[in-house]
């Protein structure tokens, strides 16, 4: 071998080395780089007429499992829809309060107990029913209940309106991904072009590969030439030879009424859209995806469970105010519900009008057959032929009722009035003499007129005898039987229809608060259970990657003491070489 052949393989293994070096160095400098996988320089032997004549590094890659790697984007996409669902629940538990006291994770006290205290007031006015502080305190019960209907509500609204102002931010960061991808794909097929080394950017496109599945579920292959083409589940392309955007626009107010529907342009949140088709139904991973079910599903079906207590709260209160009076009786009463004067009238049975002045004696009353009047129209005429009286349906649809004497007042007894399908007495029927205002838990409140304290309690009962005479006490204030009607009403068994999850059930309204407050709370439970195990599993395919593919520093260490060694070899031989070159041609000289 000559020396010329000898120094070649000497430098060629030097410069191998160097490489090495080098590679080796920036693995361990990279060791905690998110998603930097382990560089080895591979080289071969440079042979010329079968003689050996150094080595040749061909090429700098990575070893990652690609099998491996689609079960972490896989995981990765699980956990982040767990994540999302689990941050979200925890806050609707939050609303909710707790039924223990002892729960110091509470924001607030539960349905449940705020209904117990209404319970609790009512039991200690029907020991002193003409107790005005008593009935204050009943009032103010009532309201804590209704409020926090209506401030659970909101916040679930608050809740929904945040998903989906988060599915918009998640798509901004999509479209990220997607572009940073589609880039990366160029990047990777004009580097391999040069020959050069792929494996960082390869790393790159790796790493905004599984954020983009932290935000919804993909499915994605590498094609022939190297790209990695990603599209959902039902086939639509996001990367193919570019990325391909999604569109969305956050609605501008979420009530309770705004949902999502397929194919609708109407109204409401709108579609998740790429190149015109909607892809909504097709995310159901990721942070999107949990999203997606927290804001048209879950938290909807929390509403319609508040919905649905605060109907029967409404109903079971309304009953019992509108077969009741206060006392003094009110100057008019103006219903709730929505008639005209052709509304047909089915009725049947009797009812009692009358006018009382402040102290609650007769001025006028009337007893009307309701079975004899075949429209609302009807209705107020009869109403009108009392003395003292004048009846119309107002501008807004609702049947109106007006003492015209100075200083009377109207009072009603339903006396065996049945009207409309459901046969209510025909106060509640027109919603006369609500205590209790609204139609969802949106709304429900307290009657103004009764919570500002115009109009009192309807604790009287106007008088059923057969007969009246003028100016005889018809009705009387602070009746205990009202009271207890109140509490009957209100802790008395009740069914309720299936919603929101929950199944048809019979029980108080405590009890149904309860049974609500206790849902949130198991499914909050369930969604930290599903986190827990999402997060393990994805750390499972996290770690085994890395074990197989990430920078292992006691290796690379040993390794880089080991190319050092090498390289001071090399630099020897070289030494070695150029002192025999110089003994040579000084033996040439000589």
Do not use: C, W
Request: proline share 1%.
């Amino acid at each position: 071998m000559s020396l010329d052949i000898a120094r070649s393989i000497a430098f060629s293994g030097l410069s191998a080395t160097s490489v090495q070096i080098s590679v080796t160095s920036s693995n361990i400098s990279n060791a905690d780089t998110t998603g930097y996988t382990a560089k080895t320089a591979n080289q071969s032997s440079s042979v010329t007429n079968g003689v050996g004549t150094g080595v040749t590094v061909t090429g700098i890659t990575s070893t990652v499992d690609k099998l491996l790697l689609k079960s972490l984007i896989s995981a990765t996409s699980e956990l982040g829809s767990a994540d999302t669902t689990n941050t979200y629940l925890t806050s609707l538990g939050k609303l909710y309060g707790s039924t223990s006291s002892s729960d110091s994770s509470s924001t607030g006290t539960s349905l449940a107990n705020s209904i117990a205290s209404l319970e609790s007031a009512l039991s200690s006015l029907a020991s002193t029913p003409s107790s005005a502080s008593l009935q204050s305190n009943v009032v103010s019960a009532l309201d804590d209940v209704a409020s926090q209907l209506r401030e659970t509500s909101s916040s679930i609204q608050k809740l929904r309106a945040d998903a989906d102002q988060d599915i918009a931010s998640a798509i901004d960061d999509v479209n990220t991904d997607l572009q940073q991808i589609a880039d990366l794909n160029a990047q990777i097929k004009q580097t391999a072009a040069t020959g050069q080394s792929t494996a960082d950017l390869e790393d790159q496109r790796n790493t905004a590969l599984q954020d983009l599945a932290s935000k919804m579920n993909i499915n994605y292959f590498t094609a022939s030439n190297g790209d990695i083409q990603i599209y959902t589940k039902s086939g639509q392309a996001l990367v193919d030879s570019s990325a391909h955007a999604i569109g969305y626009t956050a609605a501008a107010n979420v009530t309770a009424s705004t949902t999502y529907t397929a194919g609708s342009s109407s109204s409401g949140f709108s579609a998740i859209t790429v190149n015109g088709v909607d892809i909504t139904s097709q995310i159901s991973g990721g942070d999107i995806g949990a999203l997606i079910t927290l804001r048209d599903e879950t938290l909807p079906d929390a509403q319609s469970q508040l919905d649905q207590l605060a109907q029967q709260l409404a109903s079971a209160m309304n009953s019992v105010s509108n077969s009741a009076s206060a006392m003094p009786a009110p100057t008019s009463l103006t219903g709730t519900a929505s008639v005209s004067g052709g509304t047909a009238l089915s009725a049947s049975g009797t009812v009692r009008i009358a006018v009382t002045d402040q102290s609650g004696n007769l001025v006028s009353y009337g007893d009307l057959d309701l079975s004899s009047y075949s429209t609302v129209d009807d209705l107020v005429t009869a109403i009108n032929g009392i003395s003292g009286l004048s009846a119309s349906v107002d501008a807004d649809g609702h049947l109106a009722v007006t003492a015209t004497g100075s200083g009377n007042g109207v009072a009603i007894n339903e006396m065996t009035s049945s009207v409309g399908t459901s046969n209510e007495g025909f106060s509640d029927y027109f919603g006369l003499n609500d205590l209790v205002t609204g139609t969802s838990a949106a709304d429900i409140a307290v009657n103004p007129k009764i919570l500002s304290g115009t109009n009192e309690l309807q604790l009287a009962t106007l008088d059923s005898s057969s007969s009246l005479t003028v100016g005889s006490s018809v009705l009387s204030s602070g009746s205990a039987s009202v009271v207890n009607a109140f509490y009957d009403a209100l802790t008395a068994s009740r069914s309720f229809a299936s919603t929101g999850g929950l199944a048809a059930t019979t029980g108080s309204l405590a009890d149904y608060a309860s049974a609500i407050v206790s849902d949130v709370a198991s499914k909050a439970s369930q969604a930290s259970t599903t986190y827990t195990a999402k997060e393990t599993a994805q750390s499972t395919y996290a770690n085994s990657l890395s074990s197989q593919s990430g920078v292992n520093l006691d290796e690379e260490s040993a390794k880089l003491s080991t190319l050092q060694n090498k390289y001071t070899a090399a630099s020897a031989l070289i030494q070695a070489i150029n002192t025999m070159y110089s003994a040579l041609l000084s033996a040439v000289q000589s």
